[in-house]
């Protein structure tokens, strides 16, 4: 008999223990829930399963298969009038501070010129890989950016499909906050800001090209940037400000508008499947709810879009009164989730005014 051959029987059966334990545990879970979580939950667990297989060898959408997302007759795509769409609408059914570009930046130059100054040395910083992030200075993720890289333990996630990624584990992913701000793209309004006070393409052009670079690198579905659908929500807010910032630039070409599109569908499909009802159900909720809205409010071309816009709108007025107490105070009684709240509410509150979408005069609990 081998070495090896004397401990494998131990070492299985040691395995089924832990994955026996494993599952008792998880059916220990399911203590008290009720019949709508178990619903809900098990719908996310199936369409899990499912998309395990179907993310197996996928391709990116294709044109034909945008067009049925898409509330159109024509029988073709024009990337050219999509495009057109969105950007005749920039400032409209969005934020309309985006229409009064000169005075802002007249206004950033003559009474904030060390936050302009501030602002654009970040863009700079950011375009050539260098980001300030949760209290870190001047982290580098490597050139190219590798966007599934957490850069101070040297972690670096698969590609696998997103619900197979044990992301909570250190030693898989590292600390995953620092990778997840990231992949938000907040820089990416930073660099329409630095753009609206230079004039300079070279900040649209650092929009595109890793924009362009996450989607090559983060397909649908696969990766670590799939994993939490407050993540895709914070990530779809970012593009679509920056989508409004550089609309008129030379760099948004049809084709890459066109495929962001794309992603932002997925991103909305995504956040829709797996909203946060049962798991963290708190600002995680409310800020899935919020992109759902955004995204609903800002392509009116999808099908989906009044769907995504009234559930984010119904699942922001109702958890108002259960995060907010009385005396106006978030719940959870932490000073930044409060501000975290009073910003989505201010954003909903702007986007409704916008869009002339009514809000009622008081939300009861």
């Known amino acids: 008999m081998s070495y090896g051959s004397r401990y494998a029987k131990p070492a299985r059966r040691k395995d089924d223990r832990r994955k026996m334990r494993r599952a008792i545990t998880q059916l220990n879970k399911l203590r008290g829930r009720s019949m709508r979580e178990l619903s809900v939950r098990g719908r996310q667990e199936l369409?899990?399963?499912?998309?395990?297989?179907?993310?197996?060898?996928?391709?990116?959408?294709?044109?034909?298969?945008?067009?049925?997302?898409?509330?159109?007759?024509?029988?073709e795509i024009s990337a050219a009038h999509i495009c057109n769409l969105m950007q005749a609408r920039v400032g409209s059914c969005f934020f309309p501070s985006l229409k009064n570009r000169e005075a802002i930046v007249a206004m950033m130059e003559r009474r904030f010129p060390e936050e302009r100054r501030l602002m654009i040395e970040r863009a700079d910083r950011a375009i050539n890989g260098s980001f300030d992030l949760l209290g870190l200075s001047?982290?580098?993720?490597?050139?190219?950016?590798?966007?599934?890289?957490?850069?101070?333990?040297?972690?670096?996630?698969?590609?696998?499909?997103?619900s197979k990624i044990d992301y909570l584990n250190p030693?898989?992913?590292?600390?995953?906050?620092?990778?997840?701000?990231?992949?938000?793209?907040?820089?990416?309004?930073?660099?329409?800001?630095?753009?609206?006070?230079?004039?300079?393409?070279?900040?649209?052009?650092?929009?595109?090209?890793?924009?362009?670079?996450?989607?090559?690198?983060?397909?649908?579905?696969?990766?670590?940037?799939?994993?939490?659908?407050?993540?895709?929500?914070?990530?779809?807010?970012?593009?679509?400000?920056?989508?409004?910032?550089?609309?008129?630039s030379r760099e948004l070409t049809p084709a890459f508008?066109?495929?962001?599109?794309?992603?932002?569908i997925a991103h909305g499909r995504h956040i829709e499947s797996y909203l946060s009802h049962y798991f963290s159900p708190n600002t995680h909720l409310t800020g899935e709810a919020l992109a759902l809205f955004y995204i609903g409010t800002a392509l009116g071309e999808l099908k989906r879009a009044a769907i995504w816009r009234n559930t984010g709108f119904k699942i922001l007025l109702?958890?108002?009164?259960?995060?907010?107490?009385?005396?106006?105070?978030?719940?959870?009684?932490?000073?930044?989730?409060?501000?975290?709240?009073?910003?989505?509410?201010?954003?909903?509150?702007?986007?409704s005014l916008a869009s002339d979408i009514e809000l009622p005069e008081q939300v009861d609990a």
């Open 257 to 264: 508008t066109l495929r962001l599109l794309k992603y932002l």
């Open 318 to 351: 109702e958890q108002l009164p259960t995060q907010v107490l009385g005396d106006g105070v978030y719940f959870e009684q932490a000073t930044y989730y409060h501000r975290y709240t009073v910003d989505f509410y201010l954003h909903l509150l702007i986007l």
């Open 47 to 75: 369409s899990k399963f499912g998309e395990r297989f179907l993310t197996l060898g996928s391709s990116e959408m294709s044109d034909a298969q945008l067009l049925s997302h898409l509330n159109s007759e024509r029988d």
């Open 138 to 162: 001047d982290v580098n993720f490597g050139n190219p950016i590798d966007w599934r890289l957490e850069p101070v333990s040297g972690k670096r996630t698969k590609l696998d499909h997103w």
């Open 171 to 248: 030693k898989v992913a590292g600390d995953k906050k620092v990778t997840w701000e990231l992949n938000r793209h907040a820089h990416f309004v930073t660099f329409g800001q630095a753009y609206w006070m230079t004039g300079d393409e070279k900040y649209a052009a650092g929009f595109v090209s890793q924009a362009t670079a996450w989607m090559n690198t983060n397909p649908v579905g696969r990766g670590i940037n799939w994993t939490s659908s407050l993540e895709l929500a914070f990530r779809s807010i970012s593009w679509l400000w920056a989508l409004q910032m550089f609309a008129g």
